[in-house]
């Protein structure tokens, strides 16, 4: 519901113009813009279970699963990252908040503008040097020490949450531009040049 209102106010502000009949462009974009919201979740569902595993092995002398710390590293890792995108779209990233509550109204925005171009320029960056990584990992073939998973796999979610976050920052962007409200969370977030 809420992504549907979101396709609406970005086919009607402009941003982005959807040609007649283009419902799976819509659907493509919906997907990306609320994967991490589906898959975060359930990082924290394994995330829990694994670490109650961990628990439960060392009750017993001599039955400790290594495997279930590498596999909660990675988890954790991965639920960060997609974390710090959905902070994005919720206002609640690291920002500048401190300063921006002091400045007159006229400077709100502007600085916010700057505040985000220069997180997107760090975002942009460490996917690059990110993805630079993961293909050094595919080349090398390199693995986790336990379980044996390729480091491509276990770097992903970095690459991910860069590039969903700089998504969202872009459409923040065309919202501080437009003055409209286009973000799939419907709303200006708190915090957010109000």
Known sequence: MVSSM???LLS???????????????????????????????????????????????????????????????????????????????????GFDIITEHLPEKMKKPFTFVSNLLFIAYLVLLGIFTLELMQHYQKVHSTSTILGISMYYVRMPILIGCVMSVIRLL??????????????AGKV????YE
């Open 6 to 8: 979101a396709m609406r």
């Open 12 to 94: 009607q502000s402009g941003a982005i113009i959807f040609p007649k009949g283009s419902d799976k462009l819509k659907k493509v974009l919906n997907t990306i813009l609320n994967v991490d919201k589906l898959i975060g979740p359930l990082l924290v569902l394994a995330l829990m279970v694994d670490v109650i595993l961990q628990i439960m092995s060392r009750l017993i002398p001599g039955n400790s699963f290594p495997w279930t710390v590498e596999l909660g590293e990675m988890m954790l890792g991965a639920t960060i990252w997609l974390g710090i995108s959905v902070a994005v779209l919720e206002g609640a990233h690291v």
């Open 171 to 184: 459409i923040k962007q065309v919202e501080l531009i437009t003055g409209k409200t286009i973000s799939p």
């Open 189 to 192: 977030a708190k915090g957010d």
